[in-house]
Nanobody, 119 residues
Framework: QVQLAENGGGLVRTGGSLTLSCAAS????????MGWFRQAPGKEREFVTG????????TYADSVKGRFTISRDKALNTVTLLMNSLKPEDTANYYC????????????WGQGTQVTVSS
């Protein structure tokens, strides 16, 4: 099992920045990809960004390209999401997740952290 714990959410004005972090513990060797998803009220959960745990390659949703940056620290088993130029539509509960190398699925999820962007 892998446990994920997020922190860093909060309230920010439009155009501001926030940094989210996610700490992984447990069977770290099972992790292949770590990512961030978000879910706004009344909407489905959506993929935001992901990073390959070993190689470091990244992918981003079109809605956040150029504004969000994901990075990882393998020594500390953490993933960080730097969010710049935030917009009200970025308001959501943000979840850290990890792909289980045995299944290829996002099997591991954090509890989520709220990000609210005021206009």
């Amino acid at each position: 099992q892998v446990q994920l714990a997020e922190n860093g959410g909060g309230l920010v004005r439009t155009g501001g920045s926030l940094t989210l972090s996610c700490a992984a513990s447990g069977q770290i060797a099972n992790i292949r990809v770590m990512g961030w998803f978000r879910q706004a009220p009344g909407k489905e959960r959506e993929f935001v960004t992901g990073i390959n745990w070993s190689g470091g390659s990244t992918t981003y949703a079109d809605s956040v390209k150029g504004r969000f940056t994901i990075s990882r620290d393998k020594a500390l088993n953490t993933v960080t999401l730097l969010m710049n130029s935030l917009k009200p539509e970025d308001t959501a509960n943000y979840y850290c997740a990890a792909v289980n190398g045995l299944t290829g699925q996002y099997d591991y999820w954090g509890q989520g952290t709220q990000v609210t962007v005021s206009s």
